[in-house]
């Protein structure tokens, strides 16, 4: 079945780290890839999407993610995180197949403490 | 973009009693999505639910425990039948954006059963 595996549970930062959250998933074909986030008390929302083209893409925020088909990830970036990055962010895929199912990851929880 | 509004915010439920969640949107969708995360877990679909046709259920989910009704284009429910402790999740209402790819949630109905 496919799955996408998020490498980190929770992730503490201070403010002006970088951030990198990992992103696996399995399937070989066609895939369209994507990054959510939930900011506390707020809905989920789009942060960055991969269907085709320049493998780095960028999002909201200062967010950029690149897809990596070789190892099969779609891996979150900013080169300096703020308080307000503090959220929940998950990893999701859409591949042919799925028809209209998103598979999500199971999240990675980031705190920035300021 | 699509305003989700969700019906309870939240519940606390009796084992073997069933509670009925609304979604409303504030335009007219031809598919709504109803997902379910449970704790400490990703969000998984229940089933697609499209208006004038019985819902489309993923693996793993029936009918019989999450009917569902879409009785027109900017409204859906979700039964939770028979409710019991392993039910306890939070209930999530989507819709497509127009953007490939973009999903828009409502901001999720928490179950806890009893």
């Known amino acids: 079945a496919q799955s996408v595996s998020q490498h980190n549970h929770h992730v503490i930062l201070s403010e002006a780290a970088s951030l990198e959250l990992g992103c696996n998933y399995s399937?070989?074909?066609?895939?369209?890839l994507f990054w959510y986030v939930q900011y506390p008390g707020q809905h989920l929302q789009l942060l960055l999407k991969?269907?085709?083209?320049?493998?780095l893409v960028k999002g909201i925020k200062g967010f950029e993610a690149e897809f990596i088909k070789s190892k099969f990830s779609f891996n979150l970036r900013k080169p300096s995180v703020q308080w307000s990055d503090t959220a929940e962010y998950f990893c999701?895929?859409?591949?042919?197949?799925?028809?209209?199912?998103?598979?999500f990851g199971p999240g990675t929880r980031l705190s920035v403490l300021p | 973009s699509a305003v989700i509004s969700q019906k309870p915010s939240r519940d606390i439920c009796q084992r073997g009693t069933s509670l009925t969640i609304q979604c409303q949107v504030d335009?007219?969708?031809?598919?709504m999505f109803w997902y379910r995360q449970q704790p400490g877990q990703s969000l998984t679909l229940i089933a697609t639910?499209?208006?004038?046709?019985?819902?489309?259920?993923e693996s793993g989910f029936v009918i019989d425990k999450f009917p569902i009704s879409r009785p027109n284009l900017t409204f859906s429910t979700l039964t939770v039948s028979n409710m019991s402790p392993e039910d306890s999740s939070i209930y999530l209402c989507?819709?497509?954006?127009?953007?490939?790819?973009?999903?828009?949630f409502g901001e999720g109905s928490r179950l806890t059963v009893l």
């Open positions: 991969y269907f085709s083209g320049d493998p």
């Open positions: 399937y070989g074909g066609t895939v369209n």
């Open positions: 335009s007219q969708v031809t598919m």
């Open positions: 999701a895929v859409n591949a042919d197949n799925y028809g209209q199912n998103f598979v």
């Open positions: 989507s819709v497509r954006g127009a953007e490939p790819g973009e999903l828009f």
């Open positions: 639910a499209n208006q004038g046709s019985e819902a489309t259920y």
